[in-house]
């Protein structure tokens, strides 16, 4: 890891609806790091990744990616960048041969390079035989996979994986676990957001835990742990202030077997 | 890879047009020859009775281009017929206008609305003006080629008739007809997506159908109105109100400069004709990037407030439903119905027409006459039946089709409940208004007796309901299947569902010369609806 500053967050405020997602977020980044990102739902993780990725706009504060404030800078910035997005959002219609082409032309890659690349890339995924099937006719994990390989193809240095481990196999798991690892050993940085706490644990350098727009939490897992104890799910519980996990499960058996007698 | 190498190659040509406008063309073109590409793909709404398949050369598209193409060929007597321009050709737009409108709206929406592209796009460096710019060529490109195929021929023949100015002024009338037309839907949705939140317009593009397809009707009436025939010749006379409808501002240029009329009626026309088009052009590229950003409303969820079911609705179901079950099933549909927008898209234009329809036949008809008679206006209510074959048929689409596993793992053992379900949800809340509207209008018109022919009306759509449903549908679940899969329905079916149709009126006009054959009939149905909804159904 070097310590060079590839990523870094100063002020970063935004609300919708009167709602404050994010509030004076700071962070920085440095290059080969592994960033695990995690918080409740509504915590403001993807917020974050959107607007880094300029898909939101109305923000206050500054992004600087790569050195550059990415107001004042063009949408160069974004040749570095690969993105997994948490919806899984893909053109159906297209043939993965012809999605993973369009996004690897968006980079300026050459289409027999991009052909190439997919190619030898299905092909450890065992997926080679689709290359000229409609994505429409893929499964969840199938989708996800080629997701994962669309936003590799340029041979980005800043990832975002949002959610990358939706809908794979324990199989494909193993595989990307260990990209990552080996893809921030080969100087990537890599942001990954998710709720699978053991994952995070495992796999990321410094983890940062978000809560009502406000980083609460800012280390390693052993950093994190220093005067608590238990795994990351136990630690993100207590900063979140969320213990009511066996009163809520008790209360809706108590509801289920309510509604049975009703009947 | 890229099948649409002439297209891009005719764009080409205007690369220096797109760098003015300030676009990265080398990624516009890579956009729009991959959006190209999945258009190819996509089954337009002109085509939804067509199974979709691999075809190379009669794509989806080609095929609706070739149908535009037919419609076309109904355009040729309006062109060539004389030198009425003003009437002739306000007709020609008005025919134009609404089929360019209407697929804008329906085929094209998705485009302008496109939320995907912002995940996908976005993300990717390239710029959000070269997005806006790439947006609106794509649509153009569309727009062209349904232009094209309507009025390439019509214009061959125009050429040859009326002669080469004529094609010229109505080439270039075209071309700002179809801006207009691109134009104005962009800025209706700039617009409501300023102030509304992403669902109010998605919501509001079926209400937009259905006011634009009486619209056009409705307005299609007003420009015929506005000629009479005296001794075999037009005569029209000038109101303020003609400035409001543009098929006339166009028809104005052909009267102005190939018959010299140079009143200031036809100068004013004329001169809006061109400037509103440039006018709306100029607001939409300054509206455009509030639009891009207020897009991301539809991709935020909002929340609807909980809707109370209504006294009136829980009531019918009650009495309609035979059991739990079965009202359970009845709400469900009555959601599904009023919410399900793919199906709506497909189904209110029909319902819009057959609402209307009746009327426009009444005073088209009746126009010729000193006086109208209302005796027989009952019989155009049938028009409204018309529309339950295309209802009952899609009631078994979905765009959520896969959520339809539901059905099976549900205690259901009488797997008919779903379908009676809907078909009473698709009764209550689509055809029973219609024929409560009409049969209003023409109690006013003609008198109470108009009540017992609507309820003989209403009667015969529940029968013609179900008769329908073991038609088409039988043994199917209801919003079981997705829309990419719609099948044709047989004509030899749909034209056996409107002989039905035939017959009934028929039945029903004979009766109503037998006395209080009315009510027999009338009781007749009762017994019928209730043996076939009870032991068939």
Not at chain 2, 430 to 445: A, D, G, R, T, W
């Amino acid at each position: 890891m070097s310590d060079e500053i590839i990523l870094e967050l100063r002020d970063l405020s935004i609300s919708f609806a009167g709602k404050q997602v994010l509030d004076r977020i700071n962070l920085k980044v440095k290059k080969g790091q592994i960033i695990g990102y995690i918080g409740p739902n509504g915590a403001g993780k993807s917020t974050t990744v959107k607007i880094i990725l300029g898909l939101i706009e109305q923000y206050q504060g500054d992004v600087i990616v790569f050195g550059q404030n990415i107001r004042e800078t063009s949408v160069q910035y974004k040749k570095r960048i690969g993105y997994v997005p948490e919806t899984g959002e893909i053109y159906q219609d297209l043939t993965a041969l012809e999605y993973v082409t369009f996004v690897g032309q968006m980079y300026e890659m050459k289409a027999e390079l991009i052909e190439q690349k997919l190619t030898d890339l299905l092909e450890l995924f065992e997926m080679k035989h689709v290359l000229h099937s409609r994505i429409e006719t893929f499964s969840k994990g199938m989708k996800q996979k080629l997701l994962i390989i669309a936003s590799l193809i340029h041979d980005p240095d800043l990832i975002f994986f949002d959610e990358p481990l939706s809908g794979l196999d324990a199989n494909s798991v193993m595989i990307i676990k260990e990209l990552m690892a080996r893809l921030a050993r080969s100087g990537k940085t890599i942001f990954y957001s998710s709720h699978i706490m053991d994952v995070v644990e495992k796999i990321s350098d410094r983890i940062l835990l978000l809560n009502n727009g406000t980083i609460v939490a800012d280390g390693s897992f052993e950093e994190l742990r220093a005067n608590r104890e238990g795994s990351l799910e136990q630690i993100f519980n207590e900063l979140t202030g969320f213990d009511r996990h066996e009163q809520i499960a008790d209360e809706i058996v108590r509801l289920i077997h309510g509604a049975d007698h009703d009947e | 890879m890229m099948n649409n190498t002439l297209t891009l190659k005719i764009l080409d040509r205007f690369s220096g047009l797109f760098k003015v406008l300030g676009a990265d063309y080398e990624k516009l073109r890579l956009v729009l020859g991959f959006k190209l590409m999945m258009d190819k793909r996509r089954v337009p709404t002109i085509m939804q009775d067509s199974r979709q398949k691999e075809n190379t050369l009669l794509t989806p598209f080609v095929k609706s281009l070739l149908l535009y193409a037919f419609y076309g060929l109904f355009l040729i007597p309006f062109l060539i017929m004389g030198d009425a321009y003003l009437f002739q050709l306000s007709i020609v737009f008005t025919i134009v206008m609404f089929i360019l409108m209407t697929s804008m709206i329906a085929d094209f929406s998705s485009v302008l609305l496109d939320v995907r592209d912002k995940v996908i796009l976005d993300t990717k460096p390239i710029d959000s003006k070269t997005l806006s710019v790439a947006k609106f060529t794509h649509i153009v490109i569309y727009m062209t080629q349904l232009t094209g195929a309507l009025l390439l021929i019509p214009l061959i023949v125009s050429i040859v008739i009326q002669g080469v100015a004529f094609a010229l002024i109505l080439i270039i009338s075209l071309i700002f007809v179809s801006i207009l037309c691109i134009v104005l839907t962009a800025i209706f949705y700039i617009l409501v997506l300023k102030f509304f939140d992403g669902e109010k317009l998605r919501n509001m593009i079926n209400s937009i159908q259905i006011v634009l397809t009486v619209g056009i009707v409705v307005g299609y009436q007003l420009i015929a109105r506005s000629f009479e025939m005296i001794d075999m010749t037009l005569a029209f006379e000038w109101q303020w109100w003609h400035l409001l409808l543009p098929p006339m501002w166009y028809s104005a240029i052909f009267e102005l400069i190939l018959l010299q009329n140079t009143s200031l009626a036809m100068i004013l026309s004329a001169l809006i004709a061109i400037f509103i088009p440039l006018l709306a052009l100029w607001l939409y590229f300054k509206l455009m990037p509030t639009f891009e950003r207020n897009l991301q409303k539809l991709m935020s969820a909002t929340h609807t407030r909980k809707q109370k079911k209504s006294k009136l609705m829980n009531g019918l179901s009650k009495w309609l439903c035979r059991d739990q079950k079965e009202h359970a099933a009845f709400h469900f549909a009555l959601t599904m119905l009023r919410k399900e927008r793919e199906f709506k898209l497909k189904v209110y234009p029909v319902l819009g027409l057959s609402l209307v329809f009746p009327f426009i036949m009444i005073f088209t008809l009746g126009s010729q006459e000193t006086e109208i008679d209302f005796h027989f206006s009952y019989l155009y209510a049938y028009f409204s039946v018309l529309m339950i074959p295309t209802v009952v048929y899609m009631l078994k689409y979905s765009s959520k089709a896969k959520g339809a596993w539901l059905y099976h793992v549900v205690p259901i053992e009488d797997t008919k409940t779903f379908y009676r379900a809907t078909l009473k949800a698709s009764l209550v809340q689509l055809f029973m208004p219609i024929i409560l509207v009409q049969s209003l209008v023409f109690i006013y018109l003609a008198g109470p007796i108009m009540l017992l022919h609507g309820t003989i009306i209403f009667l015969i759509g529940c029968l013609f309901t179900a008769i329908c449903y073991l038609l088409v549908n039988k043994g199917k679940y209801p919003f079981s299947e997705p829309f990419s899969f719609v099948e044709s329905a047989s004509t030899a079916l749909m034209f056996i569902s409107m002989l039905i149709v035939v017959i009934f009126g028929l039945i029903h006009f004979l009766v109503n010369l037998v006395p209080i054959g009315l009510i027999i009939y009338a009781v007749v149905l009762m017994v019928c609806n209730y043996l076939v909804w009870r032991k068939m159904l």
